[in-house]
């Protein structure tokens, strides 16, 4: 059963069916032909798999990060990022990562992140001087920061994958990898920029008009305090905070900065509506998937091999690491938490390993994936977004991936960059 499984599903993978229908067919197909269960069982897991009340928020933050896109707070967040950095050597870029840094802090996706303002990035960028290949590798890496800050969808999946880990702690955990990887995309850019003689576009903007621009950003840099205190504070959980989000949005769209019209709902719905279905559609087939491992006993059977290896917990992490890696280069980061994910936390556990550090290096691990050829969705959706060709940010992404890389090795190293705020916070 578990060779029909995979066998199917790289087959089905290596002739271009999308991760969500190849999930699915192989679980069916190693249900039909390898098992005698009835085939009606991958349906029900299917189902069982979006029947639960913390998956609610996945829709409504999509739905958020959709609001703010349509509601101008995508471009007053860039506004208020460029008048401190755009004057620097490479300074459109810097504004680039801030800027995504804060829409992480709302969208929760990476590729609503890269989608939204950093196609307006892009644009931005090419104005002022920069190549346009790199300035989509730049927006591509910079997205990666989405799931790792707070709220994050790869998080609330992850979460509701292992009992040892809340939302809450997940969320606050990812602060300080979010802000390391955006520290080290910040060193890469001033490497490359001072290399091609990248310089600012324009003067820094006189202190009132700062002030004035800084005033005007507010709510939307409010967001991201309500979201993470209210959950902090027990005022709402993450599900809640997810239609918190999207009420917010709204009224700031239409109310405060009073671009968000009636007319534009339908539209920014409709988007919603598809990238929704379609993170869901791949988390049904996945929860199939990882059900046929686990009447397999396939997660028990490795938890056993890999116990009877008496690995350090630093290897263990190490080979964890290579293996995540090679597995991102071919599959996106939900259905990887979903299918490796309950194999690979019980040997964690076993190993003494913190569930909250193992959780980071997992999440941080898969998403890089979104970057690396050949299924890198953040590559093609940056690709489609500026009509830029795939190929050309491939070669522009080197500086980027091995910032993501070092980020990816000190948190294996020191696990108190994952584990100390979400300590320090009460979870």
């Given at each position: 059963?578990?060779?029909?499984?995979f066998?199917s599903?790289?087959?089905?993978?290596?002739?271009g069916?999308p991760?969500?229908?190849a999930?699915g067919?192989a679980?069916?197909?190693?249900?039909?032909?390898g098992s005698?269960?009835?085939l009606?069982?991958?349906?029900?897991?299917?189902?069982?798999?979006l029947?639960s009340f913390?998956?609610m928020?996945?829709p409504?933050?999509i739905?958020?990060?959709?609001?703010?896109t349509g509601?101008?707070?995508t471009?007053?967040?860039?506004?208020?990022?460029?008048q401190?950095?755009?004057?620097l050597r490479?300074g459109l870029?810097?504004?680039?990562?801030?800027?995504?840094t804060?829409?992480a802090g709302?969208?929760?996706?990476?590729?609503a992140?890269?989608?939204?303002?950093?196609?307006?990035?892009?644009?931005?960028?090419e104005?002022?001087?920069y190549?346009?290949s790199?300035a989509?590798a730049?927006t591509?890496s910079a997205?990666?920061?989405g799931?790792?800050?707070?709220?994050?969808?790869i998080m609330?999946?992850y979460?509701m994958q292992?009992?040892?880990?809340?939302?809450?702690a997940?969320?606050m955990?990812?602060?300080?990898?979010?802000l390391?990887?955006?520290?080290m995309?910040?060193?890469?850019n001033w490497?490359v920029?001072r290399?091609?003689g990248?310089v600012g576009?324009?003067p820094?903007?006189?202190?009132?008009?700062?002030?004035?621009t800084?005033f005007?950003?507010?709510p939307?840099?409010?967001?991201?305090?309500?979201?993470?205190?209210?959950?902090r504070?027990?005022?709402?959980?993450?599900?809640?905070?997810?239609?918190?989000?999207?009420?917010?949005?709204l009224?700031?769209?239409?109310f405060?900065y009073?671009?968000l019209r009636i007319?534009?709902?339908p539209?920014?719905l409709?988007?919603?509506?598809?990238?929704?279905a379609?993170?869901?559609?791949?988390?049904a087939t996945?929860r199939a998937?990882?059900?046929v491992?686990?009447?397999?006993?396939v997660?028990q059977s490795?938890?056993a091999?890999?116990g009877?290896w008496?690995?350090d917990p630093i290897?263990?992490?190490?080979?964890?690491?290579?293996?995540?890696?090679?597995?991102?280069?071919?599959m996106?980061p939900l259905p990887?938490?979903?299918?490796?994910?309950p194999?690979?936390?019980?040997?964690?556990?076993?190993?003494?390993?913190?569930?909250?550090?193992?959780?980071m290096v997992?999440?941080v691990?898969?998403?890089?994936g979104?970057?690396t050829?050949?299924?890198?969705?953040l590559?093609f959706?940056?690709?489609?977004t500026?009509?830029?060709?795939?190929?050309?940010?491939?070669?522009?992404?080197?500086?980027?991936f091995?910032?993501?890389?070092?980020v990816?090795?000190?948190l294996t190293f020191?696990?108190a960059?994952s584990t100390?705020?979400?300590?320090?916070s009460?979870f």
């Open positions: 059963m578990t060779t029909i499984l066998a599903f790289f087959i089905l993978l290596a002739i069916v991760v969500a229908f999930l067919i679980a069916g197909l190693a249900v039909h032909f005698g269960y009835p009606i069982v991958v349906v029900k897991e299917m189902f069982s798999g029947d913390p998956l928020a996945v409504f933050f739905l958020a990060a959709e609001l703010m509601g101008a707070m471009r007053v967040l860039l506004r208020f990022a460029a401190f950095v755009g004057h490479g870029g810097y504004a680039n990562l801030l800027s995504s804060l829409f709302i969208s929760g996706s990476a590729l992140d890269a989608a939204g303002p950093g196609a307006m990035m892009v644009r931005m960028m104005s002022g001087g190549d346009r790199y989509g730049l591509a997205a990666v920061i799931p790792i800050i707070p709220p994050s969808i609330i999946i979460a292992v009992d040892q880990v809340s939302v809450g997940l969320f955990a990812g602060i300080v990898p979010g390391l990887m955006m520290a995309l910040v060193a890469a490497h920029c290399r091609r990248f576009s324009a820094r903007p006189p202190w009132p008009e700062m002030l004035r800084t005007h950003a507010i939307a840099l409010l967001l991201v305090v309500i979201i993470v205190g209210g959950i504070a027990g005022v709402f959980t993450p599900t809640e905070a997810s239609v918190v989000a999207v009420f917010y949005a009224l700031c769209g239409m405060f009073r671009s007319r534009d709902l539209g920014i409709l988007r919603a509506a598809l990238v929704s379609s993170v869901l559609l791949i988390l996945a998937f990882a059900w491992l686990i009447i397999q006993s997660p490795m938890a091999v890999v009877g008496d690995l290897v263990f992490l190490l080979v964890v690491n290579v293996l995540l890696l090679v597995f991102g280069m071919f996106d990887g938490v979903m299918v490796l994910v194999i690979l936390a019980p040997i964690a556990h076993a190993l003494g390993i913190d569930p909250i550090h193992f959780a997992v999440i691990n898969l998403t890089i979104l970057i050829p050949p299924v890198g969705a590559l959706v940056v690709s489609s500026v009509r830029v060709r795939v190929t050309d940010l491939v070669g522009e992404i080197a500086p980027f091995l910032a993501h890389l070092v990816l090795i000190v020191l696990p960059l100390w705020l979400p300590r320090a009460g």
